[in-house]
């Protein structure tokens, strides 16, 4: 086998002689499947699984569980530092949606980094549960084995952890004009990872968010930004909404979608490059409110019959049929703002 290049030091890869074995093994309290073609170097802190071809190389490192500091976003900020920015100058990450596995708080990044000739993509995905942080580091220069990252990923088994109760003062599981009032959030981060598996040259996300105010009016945002893409797109709504019983019409009054350059190469709004009006689209919702116990959160959730322009395709998830799922998580950034 083709030797690694030499600048792989930086990412403390040691290439072992022999191939890891697609068979369900263990470390620490993860049972894991290691990824079939790919060599296997164990030590007291991780397991690391590395694979080169043709010039591109992919390392998948497994580490050790370590005590929690907090909630799961802070515990994957702070190994996100420690992996990706202070090791490798990596970019801030983009983040996908949390969720749950074997009832483990999940978080999941993705960002570029380049040091020393050395550039490609890292991906971070780290399990928050029972005062322990399990993470899965991934380093990558193409796409080629972003469906090992996905299997290897969303083959792993934590110990299972026992959901806690909805809390008594949670609301009701009705449609409800005066629990609208606010900001609902949904976002997507196209990356290879269990969640929500997607092609690396498109990896980025797409944030959409609703603000329903008291005098009967809203605002929608949506803010996409793709690394292989030249420009964020920015989409703009407002309008009025009424509520009958289940149903939640929205009807717009204008809708424009902008194009900026990236400012610095990088997820900040630069010069205008072009803006257009989009053609106004009134929907009728089936609106409710659910709470989901594994994750412990209220979502909106709205129902159509079809896919619309401003939603998009339904959601994967198929608790309500035909479905999108808002939260209120992270409402408070500005979409629109310059600097991101």
């Not at 890869?13 to 697609?22: K, N, P, Q």
């Not at 929205?250 to 610095?264: E, F, L, Q, R």
Request: proline share 4%.
């Amino acid at each position: 086998m083709k030797k690694i290049n030499p600048l792989l030091c930086l990412i403390f890869i040691v290439i072992a002689a022999s191939t890891a074995l697609a068979q369900a093994s263990k470390f620490d309290i993860v049972t894991y499947s290691a990824p079939a073609g790919f060599t296997v170097e164990k030590d007291a802190g991780s397991i690391r699984f590395s694979k080169e071809s043709g010039g591109n190389f992919c390392v998948i490192s497994l580490t050790r569980s370590v005590d929690s500091i907090g909630e799961s976003g802070q515990n994957f900020a702070v190994l996100w530092k420690a992996m990706a920015t202070d090791g490798l100058n990596a970019t801030e990450p983009q983040r996908g949606t949390p969720g749950l596995k074997d009832g483990w708080q999940a978080e999941v990044g993705l960002g570029t980094f380049e040091k020393d000739g050395l550039k490609g993509a890292a991906l971070l995905t780290t399990f928050t549960g029972s005062d322990k942080v399990v993470a899965v580091f991934v380093l990558t220069s193409s796409d080629a084995c972003a469906g090992d990252i996905e299997k290897f990923v969303d083959g792993l088994k934590l110990p299972s952890i026992t959901a806690a109760p909805a809390p008594s003062a949670a609301p009701a599981n009705t449609g409800d004009a005066a629990k609208l009032i606010g900001r609902w959030q949904r976002s997507g981060s196209n990356s290879p990872s269990y969640a929500d598996p997607a092609s690396w040259g498109t990896a980025g996300y797409t944030t959409s968010r609703y603000e329903f105010k008291s005098d009967g009016t809203y605002v929608y945002t949506e803010r996409s930004f793709r690394y292989s893409y030249q420009n964020i797109i920015v989409v703009r709504e407002n309008g009025r909404y009424a509520v009958s019983g289940n149903t939640l019409t929205v009807a717009p009054a204008k809708s424009t979608i902008t194009a900026y350059k990236k400012a610095g190469g990088v997820d900040a709004l630069g010069a205008v490059v072009s803006t257009q009006n989009r053609k106004l689209e009134t929907v009728a919702y089936r609106f409710t409110f659910h709470y989901f116990s594994g994750i412990q959160e209220w979502n909106l959730v709205l129902q159509a019959d079809a896919p619309t322009q401003r939603d998009g395709q339904f959601s994967n998830n198929k608790s309500f049929e035909n479905a999108w799922y808002f939260d209120q998580k992270y409402t408070d950034k500005d979409l629109t703002a310059v600097k991101n």
